[in-house]
């Protein structure tokens, strides 16, 4: 044990003038204060300089020959080296400061003394003695020429402080980083005369102790400095083989982004340049691949660092056919569990919510970071039926389901316009899953449903009996009307269009063969009927789309094009074909009405004797009306009747859509009229008509949307099961606004109560439509859903005993496990309207005892919430009544029976019954 206190003292004598805490304020000759620091030294040292020397060189495995070579007593600098390095040695090996006892620990002065110690040695150890080509560097420039160098003197030095950085005291504030990067500095300056195992080690440590950061940062700044070839050679390939190493590419890309006034951007180029070369060999590239994946699942949430990631995952991809497969391999695992999950036990959760958004926001990272470092989209085509499944079942205010949208919309959008996307969209619709590439959809069994926390979702999987929705016609379109992307949304219209009239030119086969299962007559309804079911639900929801006309009328060439194809082959499904028709009609209607261009056009002209032929073709009067008054357009002939004919409806179109409120409910009231006028050119533009309407509804001034709803009222009367449908799907797309949503389930209703008994023939739609939404994640969605549901069962009280199981299933769970009150409240009430709309209780035996039970016991429970209390009160009070009054009635019937009576001519006959019939029933 030495006396360490002696040290310090001696420290606090020297003028440490090299050290980063004093060399802004050096204002003395170096070879001054070198002098002095010397003298100080010699005087309190014990030991001779050689025998110092001695010590150190036994110490950290110098050889005895290269310690002769090293002459102390030659050059003050070398004196100095040997002096400081001996003092430096002498307390570490006396103070633990890995120990943190009370008798190891030492002032913050005296650490202070030690670091500043190092900094100073590590000049004239280190800097002062590297290969001359480092000092064509500004950095190293000063310490040319101080000291000539020493190769043995060198690595005792480098020995020393690969030694001395396991003191992690030391590296406060960052105060060794300038000893580390002088250190790797000496090292290649030493292994480029020489390599040794001691040297190795030295890199070694540096690599797997020290920051792997800085590690590269001080590689990249020794290799900017112009160097001879071996030397330039020797960094490069310790640059290389460092960032295939573990944790590699993340501490290369950390270095990068410490650089300053350096774009992150810039740096994704660097990075991706040195990564992605074809200089290494197929196993590194794999393992970099491997390596890039793993660095961009954990920086998801920082957009600047998954550039790099993204970039050069990108360019290795572009490398060669190798690289391709593997990340397309990796990327095929990554949704393995929900294409083809290992277990398949009911209810078992496959995926969390995080666990989930974590994997769409990593693949829209992967495909839209940007145009020039994204994977390519033709990755993602045989993912689309999953991805839109996965879409479907997100709620839309997640942000997962607007990077989902953008991914699928990316994919799309890529395609080329004549060939490639009408080719994935029919795919996509035929549902062709054998087909080359193979599709990746969710399995049969797998649902997406709310967790117990409402904003969150689960991947869990169903019943055995649970069939996965194959929906393209209400998915695709959904998602394309909620975005912002509508010249894609006016080509896959046009695609769809397109591919509708070739499904219709397809004539059905005379007969079928012999049906022998369910499996076979499952494939030949889902052949003949469900591709155009879908196409159609497809394009009725998308031609109410506003910003599509205006993206039509830069294709009206190609829209034409097939509104011919459609009118020259009219298939014989009549019904079908009539309806697509009126869709497109109305489009080409409102096309040439806005362009004097397109009405004088080749392609319109040409359209004038198919539109001839199908007018005294066609029995619809829709389309007739709609012929009539595009042929009056086409023909240019001014006719004073059809201009007078058409001239309300434009006007009352026109204010409609004015943004002033006043203005709008005027337009509307003025179409209501028309339409109880039954006035012809309204009439036929009842498409039209409901896309306004719809637009209307969206107004926030109540005035405008409560007059919108007499308008869904009125123009019910004129196409009953269009107006149903379009507002359904309306109040059940989850990519429309809540506001809305809850305005349309009241012109539901509006329009449910305008009917009467007679929209009986519409219970399906309706009721499925509330049921639906009764299983709504949304609190106020959920409520409305129900209340709206109450209303139509006191409606269609006699129409309900199919849907009853189901409505009672819907009111029980929400009961036992809803957690909005309101909610609850509009459950229950649900139960005493429909005991409201019964008129005779003799027709609803099977339903009573259990609406009985539920209201009983809700009644009766004191903790419950006293209008749910009270609506079960009610509905019980109704119950009763009824019961009452059947029994009562059912008395009476017996009662006259026995008391029928013939009245004899003696009888007295009271003034009151002198006119009455003989035969009297009392």
């Known amino acids: 044990m030495i006396n360490t206190a002696k040290y310090f003292a001696l420290l606090e004598s020297l003028k440490f003038n090299k050290a980063l805490a004093n060399k802004a304020n050096n204002n003395s000759e170096t070879p001054d204060a070198l002098k002095s620091n010397l003298l100080i030294l010699e005087k309190y040292a ?112 480098i020995q020393f402080f690969v030694n001395l950085l396991h003191i992690r005291q030391f590296h406060i504030a960052n105060s060794m980083e300038l000893v580390q990067r002088d250190l790797l500095a000496a090292i290649m300056s030493l292994r480029v005369k020489e390599d040794s195992v001691h040297l190795e080690k030295a890199i070694s440590y540096l690599w797997q102790q020290e920051s792997k950061a800085d590690f590269f940062r001080h590689i990249l700044l020794l290799k900017a400095t112009p160097l001879c070839t071996p030397l330039a050679n020797l960094l490069h390939h310790q640059l290389l083989v460092k960032l295939n190493s573990p944790q590699g590419f993340s501490s290369f890309v950390d270095a990068l982004q410490q650089t300053p006034n350096v774009s992150s951007t810039r740096n994704a180029e660097i990075v991706a340049s040195i990564v992605a070369r074809k200089g290494f060999s197929q196993l590194a590239q794999g393992k970099m691949i491997l390596q890039v994946l793993e660095y961009c699942k954990f920086y998801l949430q920082d957009a600047d660092k998954m550039c790099a990631g993204v970039l050069s995952l990108r360019r290795l991809y572009d490398l060669n056919d190798t690289n391709q497969k593997q990340i397309e391999e990796i990327i095929s695992k990554h949704w393995e569990s929900l294409v083809n999950p290992e277990d398949l036990i009911s209810g078992l959760i496959l995926m969390n919510h995080q666990e989930l958004c974590n994997r769409i926001l990593l693949w829209q990272h992967l495909f839209c970071s940007s145009s020039v470092a994204c994977l390519p989209s033709n990755l993602l085509i045989p993912y689309l039926p999953m991805l839109l499944q996965v879409y479907d079942g997100l709620p839309l205010e997640l942000t997962a389901t607007s990077q989902l949208s953008g991914l699928i919309s990316r994919c799309l959008d890529n395609r080329e316009r004549e060939k490639e996307l009408p080719d994935v969209l029919q795919r996509l619709f035929k549902w062709e899953v054998e087909d080359e590439p193979p599709w990746k959809s969710l399995h049969p069994r797998i649902l997406i449903l709310p967790s117990s926390n409402n904003n969150e979702i689960q991947v869990k999987v ?167 008054s595009l042929l009056t357009i086409i023909q240019g002939v001014w006719r004073p009747s059809e201009a007078i004919k058409i001239q309300p409806f434009q006007k009352a179109r026109s204010l409609i859509e004015e943004k002033q409120s006043h203005l709008q409910v005027y337009g509307i009231q003025m179409m209501i009229d028309l339409l109880k006028k039954r006035d012809s050119a309204t009439m036929s533009q009842g498409h039209l008509i409901i896309a306004l309407a719809l637009t209307t509804l969206k107004d926030k001034e109540s005035y405008t949307f409560l007059n919108c709803v007499r308008l869904f009222v009125s123009l019910v009367h004129v196409m009953e099961s269009e107006v149903l449908d379009k507002l359904s799907d309306e109040y059940l797309s989850d990519t429309a606004e809540l506001d809305y949503r809850l305005v349309v389930g009241e012109a539901i209703l509006k329009v449910a109560q305008e009917l009467g008994p007679l929209c009986y023939r519409y219970k399906a739609v309706l009721l499925n439509c509330f049921m639906h939404g009764s299983r709504s994640p949304v609190h106020e969605f959920r409520m409305s859903a129900f209340a709206n549901l109450a209303q139509l069962c006191r409606l269609l009280a006699y129409q309900v005993q199919n849907f009853f199981q189901e409505l009672l299933q819907l009111v029980n769970s929400e009961l036992s496990t809803g957690s909005f009150v309101p909610a609850k409240r509009a459950a229950v009430l649900v139960l005493a309207e429909l005991l409201n709309g019964m008129e005779n209780l003799l027709d609803y035996q099977d339903m009573l005892l259990p609406i009985y039970r539920l209201l009983r016991a809700i009644e009766s429970e004191e903790s419950c919430d006293p209008q749910m209390r009270q609506h079960a009160a009610n509905g019980l009070k109704i119950l009763n009544e009824k019961c009452r009054k059947l029994i009562q009635s059912s008395l009476e019937e017996n009662l006259l029976q026995k008391q029928i009576k013939v009245l004899g001519i003696k009888d007295e006959v009271s003034p009151q019954r002198k006119n009455r019939h003989i035969l009297e029933l009392n």
């Open 46 to 157: 014990k030991l001779q300089v050689d025998q110092q020397l001695h010590e150190l060189c036994e110490e950290y495995m110098v050889t005895a020959d290269q310690e002769s070579s090293i002459d102390p007593g030659g050059e003050p600098i070398i004196s100095y080296i040997v002096r400081l390095e001996h003092v430096l040695h002498s307390i570490t090996r006396n103070i633990n400061f890995h120990s943190d006892a009370k008798e190891d620990l030492i002032s913050v002065a005296h650490l202070k003394l030690c670091i500043q110690a190092t900094q100073e040695l590590s000049y004239y150890s280190l800097r002062c003695q590297l290969h001359e080509d480092f000092y064509n560097s500004p950095i190293f420039h000063e310490a040319q020429g101080k000291v000539k160098a020493n190769s043995s003197l060198l690595l005792l030095s």
């Open 462 to 628: 169903a019943h055995k009996d649970h069939q996965v929705d194959h929906d393209m016609g209400r998915i695709l379109p959904g998602l394309l009307l909620s975005s912002s992307h509508h010249s894609l949304t006016c080509n896959v219209f046009l695609a769809l269009l397109s591919f509708m009239g070739n499904q219709l030119k397809q004539k059905s086969a005379a007969g079928v063969d012999f049906i022998s299962s369910e499996t076979e007559l499952k494939d030949f309804l889902h052949s003949k009927y469900q591709l155009k079911l879908d196409l159609l639900i497809a394009l009725n929801q998308m031609v109410a789309h506003q910003p599509l006309r205006a993206q039509l009328a830069l294709h009206t060439k190609e829209f034409l094009h097939i509104l011919k194809d459609l009118l020259v082959h009219r298939s014989g499904e009549q019904e079908t074909t009539d309806h697509i028709l009126l869709i497109v009609l109305n489009l080409l209607q409102e096309l040439l009405e806005g362009s004097e261009d397109l009405q004088l056009s080749e392609g319109t002209k040409e359209l004038k004797e198919p539109l001839q032929q199908l007018g005294l073709q066609s029995s619809n009067s829709l389309v007739q009306q709609s012929v009539q």
